[in-house]
């Protein structure tokens, strides 16, 4: 007996377009998902940190927590945790200490955005 071979249906060109863009779409709902969870993790992490840098009240300890904290961290969880990341964070968190104002923001934002902006010194420009 011959064994027949079924040669694939083809596809309309229409079914395919179409799932490339449900495709692309949820790809680009996802990472902005990530990126909006990510900034609402390093401004808190910011939040935390100047909150207990300013608990002290002294610039050594905040300095030596800094330091320190992004060590481990940088360990467990990259570069995106080193000192200069850390600090970027703390300034984040003073320069919008409201929550709910930053929540607005974040969603629309990435964390390149934010840290252009919190840079800025003139609070209008901001």
Same mark, same amino acid.
């Given at each position: 007996?011959?064994k @027949?071979? !079924?040669?694939? *249906?083809s596809? $309309?060109?229409?079914?395919?377009?179409? %799932?490339?863009?449900? %495709?692309?779409?949820?790809?680009?709902?996802?990472?902005? *998902?990530?990126?909006?969870?990510?900034?609402?993790?390093?401004?808190?992490i910011?939040?935390?940190?100047?909150?207990e840098? &300013? !608990?002290e009240?002294?610039a050594?300890?905040?300095?030596?927590?800094? $330091? *320190?904290? $992004?060590?481990? &961290?940088t360990? =467990?969880?990259? =570069?995106?945790f080193?000192?200069?990341?850390?600090?970027?964070?703390?300034?984040?968190?003073?320069?919008?200490?409201?929550?709910?104002?930053?929540s607005?923001?974040?969603?629309?934002? *990435?964390? $390149?955005?934010?840290?252009? @902006? @919190?840079?800025?010194?003139? =609070?209008?420009?901001?």
């Amino acid at each position: 007996m011959k064994k @027949i071979i !079924k040669k694939p *249906t083809s596809v $309309s060109r229409s079914l395919v377009d179409e %799932i490339r863009l449900l %495709i692309n779409k949820t790809r680009q709902q996802v990472a902005a *998902t990530v990126n909006s969870s990510l900034v609402a993790l390093y401004w808190h992490i910011g939040k935390r940190m100047h909150r207990e840098i &300013l !608990k002290e009240k002294r610039a050594d300890y905040g300095e030596r927590i800094v $330091s *320190t904290l $992004s060590r481990q &961290l940088t360990v =467990e969880f990259g =570069e995106g945790f080193a000192e200069k990341g850390l600090r970027h964070m703390i300034h984040f968190a003073e320069v919008f200490p409201d929550e709910q104002i930053v929540s607005t923001l974040w969603r629309q934002l *990435t964390w $390149s955005h934010f840290r252009e @902006i @919190i840079y800025l010194k003139d =609070e209008l420009r901001r």
